[in-house]
Nanobody, 125 residues
Framework: QVRLRESGGGSVQAGGSARLSCAAF???????????MAWFRQAVGKEREGVAF???????TYEDSVKGRFTISKDNADEMLYLYMDSLKPEDTAMYYC????????????????WGQGTQVTVSS
């Protein structure tokens, strides 16, 4: 069973930075074996959206609104996924979720079976 746990959220002033961490748990299902991992966010009253994606080959993509400001990275040795967020804006305020899957077919469809509980990021102006 894959379990994911986010941490690092909190309150930040606009223009500031924050780092989110996602720890992966579960025998043999470390970040190394994941075909895809990602960070999603959901603001109050809005649909969940993907903001940063990394696949098993370390190919990375970003949602347009965070390009140049957010950086996703993976540490297979520590079984961690990170999201570095710079130049934060009030519109980045949301609950941020870590997601992953080891099934490449599901990843190709943009589907993730494993999700963390989320960590809140609040950016004040």
């Amino acid at each position: 069973q894959v379990r994911l746990r986010e941490s690092g959220g909190g309150s930040v002033q606009a223009g500031g930075s924050a780092r989110l961490s996602c720890a992966a748990f579960g025998y043999a299902y470390s970040t190394y074996y994941m075909a895809c991992m990602a960070w999603f966010r959901q603001a109050v009253g809005k649909e969940r959206e993907g903001v940063a994606f990394i696949n098993g080959d370390d190919r990375i993509t970003y949602e347009d609104s965070v390009k140049g400001r957010f950086t996703i990275s993976k540490d297979n040795a520590d079984e961690m996924l990170y999201l570095y967020m710079d130049s934060l804006k009030p519109e980045d305020t949301a609950m941020y979720y870590c997601a992953a899957d080891y099934d490449s077919a599901l990843c190709a469809m943009g589907r993730y079976r494993y999700w963390g509980q989320g960590t809140q990021v609040t950016v004040s102006s």
